[in-house]
Structures are given as structure tokens and as C-alpha cells.
């Protein structure tokens, strides 16, 4: 007898498949995103959602830490765009251009939409699904492609996002800063996805900030494709300052032209399991990247960075940087991948995790891997863990300074040496800014 | 004349290995004291001992600093009541900066002794003072702490620290070591510097060398632990002259 092998759906992909059946008919887009969404969909039911087995998802289990599904997150009322008017507040003092997505929509009322620079288009991701947008069909979903279930589902239930577009040449002297924000006091789920588009010698600086209430068991389901054109440059920062029960998945794609110059930064102090990938894929000759984070942790809380940097072309050059504090019990997670294909000669990358645990109870998990395809190449990777140096703190001590500040002193230099590289001193100013808050 | 610091019959280890045993020294308000004596006689214990580092465990004895027992209190504690360290190899502390470090040393010292604190131009401002005096490039401060310095550059930031702290008990472990004339003299003006009748100084080194620049009032020879020997500055050149050959034995 032939018995059919099917595995036990969970109870968050049952949830799921409800949801996907409910809401594709309203999900925006045209006939080909329809035909997209219901793909992706079939292809997530098939693998269902991402566990420890599966080697990307060894130390997040998104299969046994989704008990639930949350229903998608309702249109945001008055009261919710109330709330956002005050959110993204740490870079505030960026004076960038706002773009507000609340619960999962984007807020064109809250957005500031006037007297774009020339050169500049953003408008709603929905908008642009519905209405066969041409950057829609010539991006989405081709973006450093990657077979990801979280992405996939991503791809099947996306809501809305921006999708933007920088002319070849024009260098946007104000930020375009992405302000997400989910307001649900109920558990509720949001998929958003946004698509930035940067021609050929064309500058861009994009800020994304999260954040919600701590009260709140909401999941955030987000992608961002990014094309960084041909001698272009992007510098990026990402802060997730998610509620204290929420949920974070995020994908990040990005392609990288000829001589363009892509500078990411993530800083993850919120959320109760945050799940940060990117996918960086080297595409033109003499690309240079350099690739940041810091993760400040505590409580219980479970940070996992995952980076892929694929070296296609050859002559390119990527630094990978990432460091986290770990309090109490908290847990980070760092994964990073080199590929360096047949034929991208002359590839330089490096890659550092560093971790600093404050207490006995804390973990940092680190796995660099390399898998180099090309004999003249420069790679290297390394990884360290330890606790506060207890000769640096005496040396502090005996010059007056109290435990407690000489430690947090401590800790700013270790985040500081990463944050330091950053040219936007506004933007410096705010990450040292965050870790101070988050010392307190 | 009034003791400034008194330590008496001090028993100290590390590890549950006895490095002091039953040391006496009283220093009095105005005075330098020179403390010299052969490797492993616990010398660097000592000024260890008084700054407070972990793991160095007193297990008899007292230090009062101003009559009050500084054993009973934590480093920081210690250089709020006006104990200064200088230490034999300054630490580095990358991401920090020398003038951050320097701020936050001086206000965290006058916060607890109920002072105003300065603000930054104020105290840029003493640095830069200070840093003239005695020689010192100011592009170092501009470095984080220590950090890429040479031994000689340590001592002078050592030094520099010491000025803007004003101390009433400096405490120099080993300051010679590893060090050219020129900063030997930068250590030496610093401390020349800070005498007064109100301030005490230990001076502890192996070598006679730095008391030629800092001229002590009394001087002793640590040896297995304990004071072997007191005497005035000529006791320096009769060492600088013999040896410790005649402490080693003691030590061992």
C-alpha cells in the first residue's frame, strides 16, 4: 500500500491558508499579481512556514515560535493615523521626507507627497499592484531572487508599502525616511512590501524605522527590494524598534550595479523575535557594500541577522560588520554567507560577528560560512563572544567613574566602533542616541 | 604633622597566594614617599590593593585615607576621596574618547563629593591648560583612550589625568617603566607639579632612576610583603649601588 506523504499542517499554516482564502479576492493587484500571489501561496503550503530543519531557519524556528496566525490587520482608523503622526521620532531630526505605512497601508494623507525633487516618484505599493505599474513587472520578485518561505508568504498576502523611483543622476539631498507603524491593541498581522528602484549614478539615503505597542501580539510580515543602479549609491539604515510581544520578519533584496556603493545599517532593539534577512547579490564589476548592524537585546528577547552576500561579478568588494549586547536572557542570532561565483575574480569581502553577553543567561549563536567558486580571491570571516573587559571597567573605576556608567561606557565604545564608519552625522547621532536609551 | 595615610599590619592575596603580610606605612600630609624592592615583593600589589581591583582579597588590616578605611569602599569610591592610581600599563579602551573619558571621570568625582560639574568648554578647556604645562600634544586627546599610544604617550595621558584630578594621595605604580628621559620628565614635572603640603605621593618603583626627578622624603624597601626597611634618599643610591641582593633572600 501507497500512502501519500503529507505532512501535519500547523495550526498557524491552517490559519494562514484561511486568511490567504478570505482575502486574495480584495489583496490589490491586477490579473498577473493574482496569478503571482496564488503561486507563491501554493509554493508556501508546500514547504510551510520555516523551521529548525531547514538550514537557514536552524536557530529560528518561525514553525514552532508562530503558534498563531493573526488575522490581517484592519484598515487604519483616524485614531490609528493619530498615532502615527509621532512615530519615527529617533530621526526626527533628519528633516526627511515621510512616507507613513500604519497597520500594513500606506497613509498618503500622513506622507509627505509635496513638491517631490525632480526626478523623484514614490507612490503606494497597492496602487501600483492594482494598476500594472511598469516597475512592478519588471522588478517585483526578481530582485536578488531567493527561495525563502517567509518571503514567499510575503509575496502571496502583500498588502502595501512604496514603491519608489530615482531618476539616473539625481542625487536626493532630503532622506526618504519609510515610518512603519502598527497601532492594533488586538493580535493582528501585516505583510507589507515596498520596491525602490535607484538608476544609474543616482543618490539615495532610506530610512526605515518600526515600531508598535508593547502590549500587543502583532506579527510583521516585510520585504524590500532594492536596485542600486549602475555607479549609484544608497546608504540605508534600518531601525526596528518593534512592541515588546511583536513578531519581525523581514526580507531585504538587493541588486548592486557596476561601481555603485550600497551602505546598510540595521539597529534592532525592539520586538520579541526578530528575524532581519538580507540578500545581497553583487551584479556589476567593482561594487562596493558595506553591510552593518547592532542588535541591543534583553529580557527574552531573540534576534536573528541573516546575510547573504552573493559575488557575481568580479572586482567587488563587501565588508559585513555586526555586533550585539545581550542582557538577561536574550539570544542573537548571526548568520552570514559569502558565495563568490565561478568568474567573480578579484572578490574582497570580510565579515565580523562580534557579541558581548552582560549576563551568564545570555546566547550568541554565530555561523560564517564561505563557499568561494573562483581561485583569486580575498575572504575572511571571524567571530568573537565574550563579556565586558573587567580590567577596562577597574581602569574606569579607580578614575571615579561608578560601575554602573563605567559599564554603559563600555558598551557605547563597543556599539561606537560600528556606528563610527557612518558619513551622516545625523544619523550617528541618532543610533548613539538610541543606545543610551537603551542603557537606561 | 598629620597622617594623610595610615596602613597598618595589611595581609593581602590573590588567588588564596599571600602577597602582603603585615605591611606598615603611615604617610603623612606633604610627604613623598618612595617604595622600591625586588620583583615579586608585591609592590604593584600594593597599589592594587589600594585602588581596589577585584580579585586582589584583603584579609587583615586597614588603610585609612583622611582616617577614614578605604578598604570599605569601592574604586570609585576610593578616587572621589581623592585616591589616584597611576598605573604601571594604562588600559586602552577603544570607542572612547580621551575628552568623554576625562568629563565623565571629573563630574562622576564632584558629583559624589556634591560639586557642580564642569561643562565640556570649561573642562576642554583645563585639559588643554594642563595638557601645555607639561607638554603634551593635544592632538592625543583627540584619540580614544590610550588607544595606538606609546608607553611613554600612557604615562603622560597618566600624568595629565592625575593634574586634572587633583588628588590628595597619588599613588605611582611602576611610572618609569618603559620610559625615555623626556617623558620621564613630563611624569616628573606632573608630579613636582601637585606637591603640596596638603598632598601625599607613593612613588613605587625598581629603579633609582625616577627619584633622581622626584625627590622622595622617605624611602622604603618592600620586601616578601612588608616594609624591610626605611630610610632617607640616600637609601635609594645605597640600593641603586648593592642590589636587592641581601631582600631577595627574605623573598624567597
Known amino acids: 500500500m501507497n500512502a501519500e506523504v503529507r505532512p501535519m499542517k500547523t495550526n498557524a499554516e491552517l490559519a494562514l491558508a484561511d486568511i490567504f482564502a478570505g482575502a486574495k479576492r480584495r489583496l490589490p493587484g491586477n490579473d498577473a499579481v493574482k496569478a503571482q500571489r496564488s503561486g507563491a501561496f501554493d509554493d508556501f503550503m508546500k514547504s510551510g512556514l520555516p523551521h529548525r530543519r531547514v538550514e537557514a531557519w536552524k536557530y529560528t524556528d518561525l514553525r514552532a515560535i508562530m503558534r498563531d496566525a493573526h488575522p490581517l490587520a484592519a484598515p487604519p482608523s483616524a485614531e490609528a493615523k493619530a498615532k502615527a503622526r509621532s512615530a519615527g521620532r529617533a530621526l526626527a531630526h533628519l528633516r526627511s521626507r515621510r512616507m507613513v505605512i500604519v497597520d500594513g497601508a500606506f497613509a498618503a494623507d500622513l506622507s509627505d507627497l509635496v513638491d517631490l525633487e525632480a526626478g523623484v516618484a514614490i507612490r503606494s505599493m497597492a496602487e501600483a499592484l492594482t494598476s500594472g505599474d511598469a516597475l512592478i513587472s519588471a522588478y517585483l520578485g526578481k530582485v536578488a531572487p531567493r527561495d525563502d518561505a517567509s518571503l514567499t508568504l510575503n509575496t502571496a498576502l502583500m498588502g502595501d508599502g512604496v514603491v519608489i523611483h530615482i531618476a539616473p543622476g539625481v542625487t536626493v539631498e532630503r532622506p526618504i525616511h519609510l515610518v512603519f507603524i502598527s497601532t492594533s491593541d488586538k493580535p493582528a498581522a501585516v505583510f507589507e512590501r515596498s520596491l525602490v528602484v535607484v538608476e544609474p549614478r543616482a543618490h539615495l539615503t532610506l530610512l526605515e524605522t518600526y515600531e508598535g505597542p508593547d502590549e500587543s501580539q502583532y506579527q510583521v510580515n516585510t520585504a524590500l527590494e532594492l536596485i542600486v543602479g549602475d555607479a549609484a549609491r544608497v546608504d540605508h539604515l534600518k531601525m526596528i524598534a518593534e512592541g515588546r510581544a511583536a513578531l519581525h520578519v523581514a526580507t531585504q533584496l538587493a541588486d548592486i550595479g557596476q561601481s555603485a556603493t550600497f551602505n546598510d545599517f540595521c539597529f534592532t532593539t525592539g520586538g520579541a523575535v526578530v528575524r532581519n534577512q538580507l540578500f545581497v547579490r553583487f551584479k556589476g564589476q567593482g561594487a562596493v557594500a558595506d553591510i552593518r548592524g547592532v542588535s541591543l537585546l534583553a529580557g527574552r528577547q531573540h534576534g536573528d541577522q541573516t546575510l547573504v552576500a552573493d559575488h557575481v561579478a568580479p572586482g567587488c568588494e563587501s565588508r559585513e560588520t555586526f555586533k550585539s549586547v545581550l542582557d538577561d536572557e536574550a539570544r542573537a542570532v548571526f548568520q552570514g554567507k559569502i558565495n563568490v561565483h565561478p568568474g567573480a575574480q578579484q572578490t574582497n569581502a570580510r565579515m565580523m560577528a562580534r557579541a558581548l553577553l552582560l549576563s551568564s543567561d545570555a546566547e550568541a549563536d554565530c555561523k560564517p560560512e564561505l563557499e568561494i567558486f573562483a581561485d583569486d580571491v580575498q575572504c575572511g570571516h571571524g567571530s568573537t563572544t565574550g563579556k565586558l573587559n573587567d580590567e577596562q571597567k577597574f581602569y574606569l573605576m579607580a578614575r571615579g567613574i561608578p560601575a554602573r556608567e563605567a559599564e554603559a561606557l563600555l558598551i557605547q565604545a563597543f556599539v561606537g566602533e560600528v556606528v563610527e564608519a557612518i558619513k551622516n552625522e545625523g544619523v550617528k547621532e541618532a543610533l548613539m542616541n538610541a543606545t543610551l536609551s537603551w542603557l537606561r | ?252
Not at chain 2, 597599589?47 to 588590616?61: D, F, I, Q
Not at chain 2, 599610544?149 to 605611582?172: A, D, H, I, W, Y
Not at chain 2, 620628565?185 to 625598581?206: E, F
Open chain 2, 1 to 252: 604633622m598629620t597622617a594623610l595615610l595610615e596602613i597598618r599590619n595589611l595581609h593581602a592575596e590573590i588567588d588564596g597566594q599571600k602577597i602582603l603580610n603585615g605591611l606598615d606605612l603611615v604617610v603623612n600630609k606633604g610627604e613623598i614617599h618612595a617604595i622600591m624592592g625586588p620583583n615579586g615583593a608585591g609592590k604593584s600589589t600594593l597599589s592594587y590593593v589600594l585602588a581596589g581591583k577585584p580579585g586582589y582579597e584583603v584579609t587583615a588590616g586597614e588603610a585609612l585615607l583622611n582616617n577614614v578605611n578605604i578598604f570599605e569602599m569601592s574604586p570609585d569610591e576610593r578616587a572621589a576621596k581623592g585616591l589616584f592610581l597611576a598605573f604601571q600599563y594604562p588600559l586602552e579602551i577603544p570607542g572612547v574618547a580621551t575628552m568623554t573619558f576625562l568629563r565623565t571621570a571629573v563630574n562622576a568625582q564632584r558629583k559624589k563629593r556634591g560639586e557642580e560639574e564642569l561643562s565640556s568648554p570649561e573642562l576642554i578647556k583645563r585639559v588643554r591648560e594642563i595638557a601645555m604645562k607639561l607638554g603634551i600634544d593635544t592632538e592625543m586627546l583627540r584619540r580614544p583612550v590610550n588607544v595606538g599610544f606609546s608607553g611613554g604617550e600612557k604615562k603622560r595621558n597618566e600624568t595629565l589625568q592625575m593634574v586634572l584630578l587633583q588628588p590628595t594621595l597619588c599613588v605611582l605604580d611602576e611610572t618609569d617603566s618603559g620610559l625615555d628621559i623626556d617623558a620621564l620628565k613630563v611624569v616628573a614635572n606632573g608630579v613636582n607639579q601637585l606637591r603640596s603640603p596638603d598632598r601625599g605621593m607613593v612613588v613605587i618603583t625598581h629603579y633609582q632612576r625616577l627619584l633622581d626627578h622626584i625627590v622622595p622624603d622617605v624611602v622604603h624597601v618592600l620586601s616578601a610583603g612588608r616594609i624591610a626597611r626605611t630610610g632617607g634618599k640616600a637609601l635609594a643610591l645605597e640600593l641603586e649601588a648593592m642590589g636587592y641582593a641581601q631582600y631577595q633572600g627574605e623573598a624567597a
